[in-house]
């Protein structure tokens, strides 16, 4: 399928059957910034390095240039798919051309309650550290109201259109790579504690965890692999980028590249300039970063670094939470989604303010969870898997749309001949995350957590693919998908002919 679509964005958007309803205001730069933001190379990191020390040691950093590499394969496929449709909600709107409605709507619905789940995540994790600015000890009832508190205000910002929401996002990643480079830098260059040699060292991790060789550093790639994610959040702005078939390709790059290159280098930095590294192996350090940082700089360093570290997960929860808003927007446009006709609601400031609410309800339902920190282990564990699993869904699509002949890319940018083995590789990449991720692993889990945790990621994917499969047979949206589609190409072609 190609696509030939002349005009300006407003026409192109026209020619794909949907009119201008958000503001378009985003330059490269701003896509790159939402991009990145949700990335978070401070969010990512936190999220990976203990279980990542605690699994190999030293040498876990390695698993962090594997999944780099496995996610950029990702962003070739989305570059091209991006390029050609520039719609919110890629997932589910590139599917739709590409594949079964039926399949496509199940894509968009796995991957919106990814980016939701993830949300609450981000919240709940964010708490502690409002209250580290007061060397304060939450209670968990305390830790889930702080988080519901920090998505409201989130969805506040979100409210008043993306022009704000750009300005506090670009604040924030402004300065989260100020000071996570400098940082990563003074680390590695004036307080290193050890030579590169620890970078090979498992210091023991695999007599502590059990999980030696291979297992071991499987683990470890399903571990890193959460600190390559969210990407896709430039393609869900993509309706409100300028220039968007063109810009949207290169931000994801970019937001990809830079956020993995500061990832990668206070992984590093971090490591050698630990006092104790080997604490950390023994789960005697559950939070090696903030370690590694007191102990280079001095205890003054402790309240500035917590506010940046506060800061970064509020722009990584800004940005998600605007993202998981479009691409609920996107479904709802199309009437395909419950309560459709009031989640597609964009308000006075060009907003999905119908999405942004119904995704903060979503995400602030899943923050009881975490009354009980076992359940809230569960919630981060389901939401790796599940968006990878899109991400292999969507690869998959692509590559069997490319090997039948019905799709062509036909945007601005294009792998060329390069592209069939980039998608390829892409597949396997990501199909070999989505069972690594699912696979049971107690040494991933809490000691002593129940079952129900080991089992997470799949007993988590297996019910949002169940409520999503039940809601295609009752429902049955893909039918109104296959009419809406008819008629977005009849225009197109129309369009093109003119």
């Known amino acids: 399928m190609t696509d030939d679509i002349p005009g300006t964005d407003s026409e192109r958007l026209a020619a794909l059957g949907y009119r201008q309803e958000l503001r378009r205001s985003l330059g490269m730069l701003g896509n790159v910034a939402m991009g990145f933001a949700v990335v978070s190379p401070v969010v990512g990191l936190y999220a990976v390095a203990q279980v990542g020390m605690s699994l190999r040691g030293g040498a876990w950093v390695w698993a962090l240039p594997v999944c780099l590499i496995g996610q ?9 798919l991006a390029s050609q449709w ?21 894509s968009g619905w796995l991957w919106q309650f990814a980016v939701m789940f993830a949300n609450t995540t981000v919240a709940y994790l964010a708490a502690p550290w409002f209250f580290a600015l007061f060397d304060a000890v939450p209670t968990p009832p305390q830790l889930v109201l702080t988080a519901a508190a920090f998505t409201v205000a989130c969805l506040l910002v979100n409210a008043y259109g993306i022009n704000l929401l750009r300005w506090f996002v670009s604040a924030g990643i402004a300065a989260e790579t100020v000071a996570s480079v400098l940082v990563g830098l003074a680390l590695l260059l004036f307080f290193r504690e050890h030579g590169f040699a620890l970078l090979t060292d498992d210091l023991g991790a695999s007599v502590t965890t059990g999980t030696g060789g291979l297992a071991g550093l499987l683990a470890v790639v399903a571990v890193g692999g959460w600190a390559f994610i969210g990407f896709d959040a430039c393609v869900s702005t993509a309706e409100e980028t300028k220039d968007a078939a063109r810009q949207v390709p290169r931000a994801m790059r970019w937001a990809l590249l830079s956020v993995g290159a500061v990832v990668i280098l206070n992984a590093v930095s971090v490591a050698l300039a630990h006092p104790d590294p080997a604490r950390v192996v023994r789960g005697e350090d559950l939070d090696p970063v903030t ?3 007191v102990t280079g700089f001095g205890g003054w360093a402790a309240k500035p670094f917590v506010l940046v570290v506060l800061v970064s997960f509020a722009a990584c929860l800004m940005a998600s939470q605007g993202g998981a808003a479009r691409g609920l927007y996107s479904l709802a446009r199309d009437g395909v989604f419950p309560f ?9 400031h060009q907003a999905p303010i119908g999405g942004l609410v119904a995704a903060t309800l ?23 898997a599940a ?13 069997t749309a490319r090997l ?6 036909a945007g601005a940018f294009s792998l060329g001949r390069w592209g069939t083995p980039v998608n390829l590789l892409a597949v396997l990449w990501t199909g070999f995350e989505v069972v690594n991720i699912c696979w049971p692993r107690t040494v991933l889990a809490p000691a002593g957590a129940p079952w129900y945790q080991v089992w997470a990621a799949l007993l988590g994917v297996g019910l949002v693919t169940l409520a999503g499969v039940g809601y295609l047979l009752v429902r049955r949206p893909q039918r109104l998908m296959s009419v809406q589609l008819t008629a977005a190409e009849g225009e197109l072609t129309a369009s093109a002919a003119r």
């Open 72 to 80: 950029l394969l990702v962003v070739g496929v989305y570059s091209e």
């Open 86 to 106: 520039p719609l919110a909600g890629g997932a589910y709107q590139w599917a739709r051309r590409l594949a079964s409605p039926g399949f496509a709507w199940l």
């Open 291 to 293: 370690t590694a940082v």
């Open 340 to 348: 459709s006709r009031r989640i597609r609601t964009v308000n006075r």
């Open 362 to 384: 979503v995400s602030a339902a899943a923050l009881p969870l975490g009354l009980e920190s076992t359940a809230i282990g569960s919630l981060i564990t389901f939401g790796t």
């Open 387 to 399: 968006t990878f699993l899109p991400f292999f869904l969507l690869c998959l699509t692509a590559l």
């Open 404 to 409: 039948r002949g019905t799709w062509r890319p």
